[in-house]
């Protein structure tokens, strides 16, 4: 079994900054592929970035430029690095970990405000 933990978020301010952080761990051979999406109160959850386990990544339109995905292959951690946060980021961001040979997990959730 493989939990999914997450970290980071809270208020920040428009123009400002904050990384996101995700660990997987338990009954782990590899991880394919780890991503963060996010979703806001009556509308679908959505792709925010992904990124493979040989690095290849995957931004949404909107985020492209101000957030970068990265990943530390060795702790089972992905991370997203948020810069120049809009009032429209504002949302619950998950991290989803797409393991090998097992489903796919998704983390909690955590908020994500912009705001002044």
């Known amino acids: 079994q493989v939990q999914v933990v997450e970290s980071g978020g809270g208020l920040v301010q428009p123009g400002g900054s904050q990384r996101l952080s995700c660990t997987a761990s338990g009954s782990i051979v590899s991880i394919y592929a780890m991503g963060w999406y996010r979703q806001v109160p009556g509308k679908q959850r959505e792709l925010v970035a992904e990124?493979?386990?040989?690095?290849?990544?995957n931004y949404a339109d909107s985020v492209k430029g101000r957030f970068t995905i990265s990943r530390d292959n060795d702790h089972n951690t992905v991370y997203l690095q948020m810069n120049r946060l809009k009032p429209e980021d504002t949302a619950v961001y998950y991290c989803?970990?797409?393991?090998?040979?097992?489903?796919?997990?998704w983390g909690q959730g955590t908020q994500v405000t912009v705001s002044s």
């Open positions: 989803l970990v797409d393991p090998v040979g097992s489903p796919f997990v």
């Open positions: 990124i493979t386990h040989i690095g290849r990544t």
